[in-house]
């Protein structure tokens, strides 16, 4: 099971960023690719952004791109999700995810996908006046 830790969350108004961090537990984040998926209210969660573990390639939903940016700190093992022009309509739960076998972030990054074992806890962004 590959637990992932979620932080960074909050409120924020709109226009604003935030930086979402995720972490592996028990495991090194380095060598698998991670991705990023919320969850709004009443609503499926969706995939946002993956990143491959093989050579950094991106991906991100037409939603979020030119405003998210997803990196890698091999320093600290974290994967980030950085956000910027933050709108009501990113407001959600954040998830992240690990996954060690899928090629291609884009294939990751479907709002099929299923961690191994369970979601972790994701944390909160508002988006709000």
């Known amino acids: 099971q590959l637990q992932v830790v979620e932080s960074g969350g909050g409120l924020v108004q709109p226009g604003g960023s935030l930086r979402l961090s995720c972490a592996g537990s028990?495991?090194?984040?380095?060598?698998?690719?991670v991705g990023w998926f919320r969850q709004a209210p009443g609503k499926a969660r969706e995939a946002i952004s993956c990143i491959s573990k093989s050579d950094g390639s991106t991906y991100f939903a037409d939603s979020v791109k030119g405003r998210f940016t997803l990196s890698r700190d091999y320093s600290n093992h974290l994967v980030y999700l950085q956000m910027n022009s933050l709108k009501p309509e990113d407001t959600g739960v954040y998830y992240c995810?690990?996954?060690?076998?899928?090629?291609?972030?884009?294939?990751?990054?479907?709002?099929?996908?299923?961690?191994?074992?369970?979601w972790g806890q994701g944390t909160q962004v508002t988006v709000s006046s």
């Open positions: 028990g495991f090194t984040l380095d060598y698998y690719n």
């Open positions: 995810a690990a996954d060690y076998n899928i090629p291609n972030p884009q294939d990751m990054c479907v709002p099929t996908f299923q961690p191994f074992g369970s």
